[in-house]
């Protein structure tokens, strides 16, 4: 028998062998999204736990858009996003759509 012959016997089970330092796509995703949270401030971290997914964009009057503003004080926040969504929330309370 020739040297090459011999030689494919040892490359047989490389499939086998992959597998046991390989890694499922699953697993790899896992890695990437805990390396991208490692990656981050204490502060980002605790922004991304809100899951919000639909943005509403609106215009408005200078009144009411100071109205909203006076009510981010008010709420002690700097975003006019939880005054918005709060105030939706409380007039489908009013309606009866929400309880």
Known sequence: MSKRTDNNDEGMNFGGFLGAFGSSHEKTEARFKSERRAGMTPKQRAR?????????????????????????????VKSLAPVVEQAIIEFAKAKGIEE
Not at 51 to 74: M, P, Q, S
């Open 48 to 76: 991304k736990k809100t899951a919000k997914t639909t943005t509403i964009n609106f215009r408005t009057t200078d009144h009411v858009r100071g109205l909203a503003e006076a009510l981010a004080e008010e709420m002690g």
